[in-house]
């Protein structure tokens, strides 16, 4: 049986997700709803339509053409659609203006391969894939199919995951990485479940077990947010978390940003944080300067 996976996008030659030129995979899907997630058309695993308000005359092509029945026209006159996305891509077919987008692809890791083996040439100077998503780890065994033939081509593997799931997912992949950028949103628990919809305790505990394990070199990334997780307790917390990982390379501080605004008012919902700025390199500083005692470990932000 071919397993097959929901991929979002590919994204070449990134010099963010690991060491040289990398192409990243995203999958679809989260098991997490963070309050500033700003890849909204990430979080759910089903497929789904949005329609660009920029572009789009409401002329109602999309809607006539829909098999599932499922896009229709909103009160304010915007086009939508309800849950039941089949993924056929009729919607974008019938679109005269290129102003429906389709959010998820099904594939098998071998057509996976095809599109990460066109970047071939970045493969051999240090440049590598990385699983991106959404979350990597809601499809365990599609990343570890995907793995398994980069390892045998050659090719460098890294991951990046919020680190939300059982060891038994996370376990399977480690030995076909060289590195892991693994997220911590927020070190409280209670305020992480606000935030975030789940606790933290998972995923701590993950990246402890990673660490013992030695086989791979841990990267760790915050995103920060004004009156989320600025304040310097959390990051004193962290930085005491830190010091217990022998195998961690660097902790990376990404500050808000306002780009998936538009892509919540597109896929018709509410954007979270309206109204939120972001931060200064100077805030940034004030707040996260526990992680300079560090030792060892480099400390990027932005």
């Known amino acids: 049986m071919v397993r097959r996976g929901r991929v979002l996008r590919f994204e070449r030659s990134s010099n963010?997700?690991?060491?040289?030129?990398?192409?990243v995979v995203f999958f679809k899907g989260c098991p997490l709803k963070c309050a500033?997630?700003?890849?909204p058309e990430s979080q759910s695993i089903a497929y789904e339509a949005a329609f660009l308000r920029s572009a789009c005359l409401r002329c109602g092509r999309c809607e006539s053409a829909c098999p599932e029945g499922i896009i229709y026209k909103s009160e304010g006159g915007t086009m939508r659609a309800k849950s039941g996305c089949s993924g056929c891509s009729a919607c974008v077919d019938a679109c005269p203006h290129d102003a429906v987008r389709l959010y998820g692809r099904e594939m098998t890791a071998g057509e996976v391969m095809e599109e990460i083996q066109k970047d071939s040439i970045f493969f051999h100077h240090g440049g590598g894939v990385t699983l991106s998503g959404g979350e990597v780890l809601m499809q365990p065994e599609f990343a570890l199919e995907i793995l398994t033939l980069c390892r045998e081509s050659g090719i460098d593997a890294a991951i990046e995951s919020c680190g939300f799931?059982?060891?038994?997912?996370?376990a399977p992949l480690l030995d076909y990485l060289n590195g892991i950028f693994i997220d911590v949103k927020i070190m409280d628990g209670a305020k992480h479940r606000r935030y975030t919809g789940a606790d933290n305790a998972a995923i701590l505990d993950n990246i402890l077990r990673i660490d013992a394990s030695g086989k791979?070199?841990?990267?760790?990334?915050?995103?920060?947010?004004?009156?989320?997780?600025?304040?310097?307790?959390?990051?004193e917390s962290m930085a005491s978390f830190c010091e217990r990982l022998h195998n961690l390379s660097a902790v990376e501080i990404l500050p808000y940003h306002r780009l998936g605004i538009e892509t919540y008012?597109?896929?018709?919902?509410?954007?979270?944080?309206?109204?939120?700025?972001?931060?200064s390199r100077e805030e940034i500083e004030a707040a996260v300067f526990p992680l300079e005692r560090l030792k060892n470990v480099a400390l990027r932000i932005g």
């Not at 799931?165 to 996370?170: K, M, S, T």
């Not at 990267?219 to 947010?225: G, K």
């Open 265 to 279: 008012r597109n896929l018709g919902r509410e954007a979270p944080f309206p109204d939120l700025l972001p931060p």
């Open 36 to 39: 500033w997630c700003s890849t």
């Open 216 to 235: 791979t070199k841990i990267t760790i990334r915050t995103p920060f947010i004004p009156t989320v997780n600025d304040d310097v307790e959390n990051y």
């Open 165 to 170: 799931a059982g060891w038994e997912a996370v």
């Open 16 to 23: 963010k997700d690991g060491f040289g030129l990398r192409t």
